[in-house]
């Protein structure tokens, strides 16, 4: 095995042991998420986490930005907005 590999294996048990440790603890930590969607059915799921509060339940702080076509959406996307 090339120790490149046994890094990220090392770094992947690490983070995986720490935030099993924070989850055993009660404590989950927020994490801001921005999303973007066009409102077409197959959007659908993320509409209902959203209505339905699932995302916050995760530790997720979802920000959901509707965009009317796919290049609106890569253009936000590419200026990172």
Known sequence: MSSHFIRWAILLFALFGASVAALAQGQVPSLPVRIGAIPVLGAAPL???EREARLGADGLKPTV?????GPNA???E???R
């Open 78 to 80: 590419a200026s990172a």
């Open 74 to 76: 890569a253009q936000a």
């Open 65 to 69: 930005t509707l965009f009317d076509s």
């Open 47 to 49: 509409f209902v986490a």
